[in-house]
């Protein structure tokens, strides 16, 4: 290929064979010739135009036979889905030129979009807490790119899982095996989608998922270096020594390599209330308390001072927001024979802090001051252990062995008692068994109670349910099935469980008490962004607005009284429950996710350069390992050089034929 | 190689043009012959131009009577004389004529045979040679109207293929004809040696000299291209160019200061000349150009 251009070079110095044309005479020309001569130089530079156009054609073909290509983001395949995480900690600011990491990941896909060639289609998913289809494959690259413009960035958890099997759906549509005696068959054709996943990387890979035909590649998006302090944690409670004080309980985590210096600016009602200097070590917690005093009511708001010259690359951790709430002690009432372990598990310190219980004997239920009391609305929580009331009160109740007189419980009871029920599952979900081991606790013997329409299971055992939950109205119900204490047929006290030895039995009934006192409602738990929050209302009506952090206000309407569900919940900050132009309920929505806020890319290891590898992603077996951060693919310039070529020779040729000189 | 043209020499229609015209030259040369033109020779006209005393050896006839008989002396009266003219043309009949559409030659054989056919029907003496003529070859010497045929036949036996430098062909040509009277020297005057020398002996020989530069339409604005060898036809002499836009400019100059030059030459040496391009009518030539010039009336 070399020999190439000194051959022509060669052939340029052979004696041309000129065609031979008789002439009058070559006087004139001879002395044309002779003109030329005198300016040689330039004029022999001119007369090799061609050969420098061959030259050049030839040179242009040797550097397309050489495949030259650089390192870039090219699109290789046909169907391609991008997946854009736009969760919280995409909002860092650790790019080069200082925009986020959305922004940087938008700008990406943007450029991939503008490489599309005929043929190419693609669709894009945003994905925080929950995926989001932004636009359905199209080869249409004005409406890829005003999809792409669409994505906000959000304050949601990362959860790719979501994600991911929204890409399977689209990616392989109608993908069906038929299940046949003659074993599988594939009804639609197999066709690869590349799936291109723009994220930080800030969350575990997903398990239990193939990918199919899909042909993942990770880009992430973000720096080693990137600093963050975040504010992990905002709570209230009371005060340890004076219960009627109330206090604020802030953490602040810092996510860099060195010990930093950072002001907690606490505001009630946006009024600084007071401040603390806090030093955190690097890649640690530090918490501090501050006193709100008594009687405190309204919006908390920690804000993290951070001074300049620390690099914190994420802010909208840097925020905090808490409801406090003036309490009213919640008013509980046990009603038991007698009940040790009960009685001693409600009457613990949090307890207190949660609830006055009152006890009383079962026989206070035939008075009518308790007839009138109970349909007055005095307590929040009535315990009926061991007994039950001829009708039912107005409160939420909670029936330990017995069932409530009602038809819609009584008919899907068993009479019958079962022998040695063993707990199989738990909804763990539900406030009522948060953060509750109950698989070691051995039962004798229960009833086994089946919830009337709208309840729910809480506990299923081998021989069936054993703790229900329904809604009466705007009350609660809940049924355990099973005694803990009872009394055999001699009369003797026996324990019919061995619960109240572990350590769930305390935490269960603290666990009842925050749920159905009102003053322990889901605002002071933890609303993560993106995930739906339930409210208990007091009010009957249908018809609420909540008013989001950002003023805007969204109508809702329930469908089962006393239960809110609110979704929209992607804003970080407070939300107002407006009934009628009253406020009667705020909650607050904060990120308190040490994950994301943790913005570093995660480091697989580091090579003996000190190169910083960025950790692979893992779904399902399969490991997918970063891109590098800037180019993942060849990009070939061997046809724009072919072009080249065909155009310089067209200009020889006509450069020959038109005796043209530029 | 004869090569018979298959348009006439002369049309009817350029005949009946030429009638009208004479031959005109500046100065009055002797003639051999009673003519129709003015004589610097004193003789027999009816026209008037002086009296001398006759010395002896005087034609008697020439006395005027009339005076002897009124002074008693023998008086001559004097009458201008009338002469014919000298009218040659010389044709360049080389190789390098051979060229064009129609050939040079013939263009040239044509402006000959126009220009002679003027001469013969104001009977002048019309004489019509090639340059390669030796010193003793001597073309006929026409005269009268009815030498016209003649002058065509003698015209049209002139072949190219003539390999002789224009300055030794012009060279026998003035050792060829003493006689003094205008020549129409009809060339391209490609010679390699120059055409200057050449022309120099017509100025020497003291004739009234036109020079008819014929020129063919490639020469004037060749159409050629590609990478070509250019052969001289003359002496096999070989040009090699690569034709370009440059170079077709530079052979306009080159032409340009060619006919220039030999335009400059010839009128600081009184030489009257012309350029003609093949392309134009000979016809408009003699008519419009060589009237314009003063070579005929």
Known sequence: ?662 | MAKVSETPLLSPELLAQLERLELVTRKIFRGRMKGERRSKHKGQSVEFADFRNYVPGDDLRLLDWNLYARLDKLIIKLFLEEEDLHFYTLIDASMSMDFGSPTKLEYAKQLAAALGFVGLIRADRVRIETLAQGPGERSPILRGRQSVWRMLQHVESIQSGETISLAEGVKNFCLRNAGRGVVVFISDLMDKEGYETALKYFVSHQVDCFVIHVLSQEELEPEVKGDLKLVDCEDQDVAEITVSVPLLNRYQKTLDSFVKGAQDFCSRRGIHYLMANNQLPVEELVASHLRRRGLVR
Not at chain 1, 158 to 164: I, N, S, Y
Not at chain 1, 495 to 524: C, H, M
């Open chain 1, 1 to 662: 290929m070399g020999m190439i251009p000194p051959a022509i070079f060669a052939l340029y110095f052979l004696k041309l064979k000129r065609q031979p044309l008789e002439v009058p005479s070559t006087y004139l020309w001879h002395r044309v010739i002779e003109d030329l001569h005198v300016n040689s130089l330039w004029q022999r530079l001119r007369k090799s135009l061609l050969l420098l156009l061959q030259l050049l054609v030839i040179a242009l073909v040797i550097l397309a036979l050489l495949r030259p290509g650089w390192q870039g983001q090219s699109l290789e395949g046909r169907r391609f889905i991008f997946l854009i995480d736009n969760s919280a900690s995409m909002s860092a600011t650790d790019t080069k030129t200082g925009i986020t990491r959305l922004e940087d990941a938008k700008s990406r896909v943007a450029a991939l979009i503008d490489q599309f060639e005929l043929g190419m289609s693609a669709m894009i998913i945003s994905f925080a807490e929950q995926p989001n289809v932004v636009q359905e494959f199209t080869n249409n690259r004005r409406l890829l790119r005003e999809a792409l413009e669409r994505i906000e960035p959000s304050a949601g958890l990362t959860d790719l899982t979501g994600a991911l099997e929204l890409a399977d759906g689209f990616a392989n549509p109608g993908r069906v095996t038929v299940d046949d005696a003659a074993g599988e068959f594939e009804v639609t054709e197999q066709q690869d989608v590349e799936l291109y996943v723009f994220s930080d990387g800030k969350f575990r890979g997903v398990e239990g998922f193939s990918l199919g035909n899909l042909q993942p590649l990770f880009l992430p998006i973000g720096t080693f270096e990137a600093q963050n302090l975040a504010i992990t944690a905002l709570n209230t409670r009371r005060g340890e020594e004076r219960p009627e004080h109330q206090q604020a309980f802030i953490q602040v985590a810092n996510f860099s390599d060195q010990t930093q210096t950072a002001i907690v600016e606490l505001y009630l009602n946006e009024r600084l209330l007071d401040a603390a200097r806090l030093e955190v070590a690097a890649d640690s917690t530090s918490s501090t308390t501050f006193n709100l005093g008594v009687e405190v009511e309204g919006i908390l708001r920690a804000k993290l001072d951070i001074p300049s010259d620390f690099g914190d690359r994420l802010s909208i951790d840097n925020e905090a927001y808490a409801i406090v709430e003036s309490r009213r002690d919640a008013r509980v009432l046990l009603v038991t024979p007698g009940n040790m372990a009960l009685e001693s598990a409600l009457s613990t310190e949090r307890a207190k802090r949660l609830a006055k219980v009152e006890k009383v004997s079962p026989e206070v239920l035939q008075k009518d001051e308790f007839l009138k009391q109970s349909q007055e609305e005095t307590y929040d929580l009535i315990i009926f252990d061991q007994c039950q009331p001829k009708t039912m009160p107005l409160a939420n109740t909670v029936f330990v062995g017995r069932i409530p007189p009602t038809n819609e419980w009584t008919q899907g009871t068993k009479k019958e008692p079962v022998y040695g029920p063993q707990i199989i599952d738990w909804q763990r979900s539900h406030p009522l068994l948060n953060l509750l081991e109950l698989g070691n606790v051995q039962i004798i013997d229960a009833q086994t109670v089946k919830p009337p329409l709208g309840g729910r299971v809480l506990i299923d055992s081998t021989k069936g349910p054993i703790f229900s939950i329904a809604p009466r109205g705007r009350y609660e119900d809940a049924v355990l099935s099973f005694e803990i204490v009872g009394t055999d047929e001699q009369g003797q006290r026996t324990y019919n469980t061995d619960w109240p030895r572990k350590y769930s039995f305390p935490s269960f009934w603290l666990n009842v008490l925050g749920y159905f006192s009102n003053t322990g409602g889901t605002s002071s738990l933890h609303n993560k962004p993106e995930k739906l929050v339930e409210l208990r209302m007091n009010s009957q009506t249908e018809k609420f607005e909540v008013e989001l952090p950002d003023g805007s206000r969204r109508e809702l309407r329930i469908d089962t009284p006393g239960r809110l569900s609110f979704h929209e919940t992607g804003q970080l900050g407070v939300y107002k429950v407006w009934e009628g132009g009253k406020l009667v309920k705020q909650f607050a929505v904060n990120l308190f996710d040490r994950a994301e806020s943790d913005i570093r890319l995660r480091v697989r290891q580091e090579d003996e350069d000190g190169v910083k590898v960025v950790d692979s992603l893992s779904i399902g077996y399969v490991d997918v390992s970063a891109q590098s951060l800037s180019s993942p693919v060849r990009r070939e310039l061997w046809k724009l050089l072919l072009v080249g070529a065909l155009v310089v020779l067209v200009l020889e040729w006509y450069i020959y034929n038109r005796r043209v000189y530029i």
